[in-house]
């Protein structure tokens, strides 16, 4: 697994994004796609540098979030591609939410393990009409996933989960859990007009050392 992932990494556009592309008609059937970036995530790599800059840590952007210090559209950098482990990003099928959600019910809506989601995520959303727009005006194409775009994705299932595909000659890729998912290559950030804090299910307490050093 370790010699295919490091294949992938050398040449990505060799070897992902090689599965059918969804079309928009699938796309609308769902009523648009979606994907969620954790909170420490977009710390990381997606916040303007001023912002960042007047953020501790991680832990401390979660609490401004949590207290609504946090703006998905002020505050990101809109020119940041989207990417991942390698040069593609995972995204769900599925519209708008309703107002309220937390992201403990999202967790398991979408079939996530991962505990930095617990910390919250934005969301982005595209409708179908975006989506449409999106490919006029983005060149934003999504493709079912194969074996190899998921090469790094192994986690507990091992790679026997990875390469058992989706049943049926599904348009869309599935998850564990059965939700359909999709693929698409690197687009800045700004191509994406609709983003949505979903707060966090677990705030991070803060230090007492960082306390003191506040006003």
């Not at 952007?61 to 991942?84: C, E, I, W």
């Not at 769900?92 to 995520?121: F, R, T």
């Not at 998912?181 to 007009?193: D, N, Q, S, T, V």
Request: with cysteine.
């Amino acid at each position: 697994m370790s010699a295919l992932q490091q294949a992938i990494t050398a040449k990505p556009l060799r070897y992902l994004c090689q599965g059918p592309e969804i079309t928009d008609k699938a796309v609308q059937v769902e009523g648009g796609i979606n994907r969620y970036m954790d909170l420490p995530g977009v710390y990381g790599y997606y916040l303007k540098a001023a912002y960042k800059a007047a953020v501790t840590d991680a832990d401390e952007f979660v609490r401004r979030a949590a207290n609504k210090q946090f703006d998905p559209y002020q505050h990101m950098d809109d020119t940041k591609p989207l990417s991942g482990k390698c040069p593609i990003t995972w995204w769900s099928a599925g519209g708008a939410l309703p107002g309220g959600v937390e992201m403990g019910q999202v967790k398991k809506e979408i079939h996530v393990e991962d505990s930095s989601y617990d910390k919250g995520a934005v969301r982005i959303e595209v409708s179908p009409e975006e989506f449409a727009r999106m490919q006029k005006a983005n060149g934003l194409h999504i493709y079912k996933p194969t074996a190899i775009d998921g090469a790094h994705q192994v986690g507990g299932g091992g790679a026997e989960a990875l390469f058992k595909p989706a049943t049926g000659g599904a348009t869309w890729g599935l998850t564990k859990g059965g939700a359909k998912e999709a693929i698409m290559r690197p687009i800045p950030l700004g191509a994406f007009k609709s983003r949505r804090l979903i707060v966090p299910s677990s705030v991070p307490p803060a230090s007492k050392a960082a306390g003191k050093g506040k006003a």
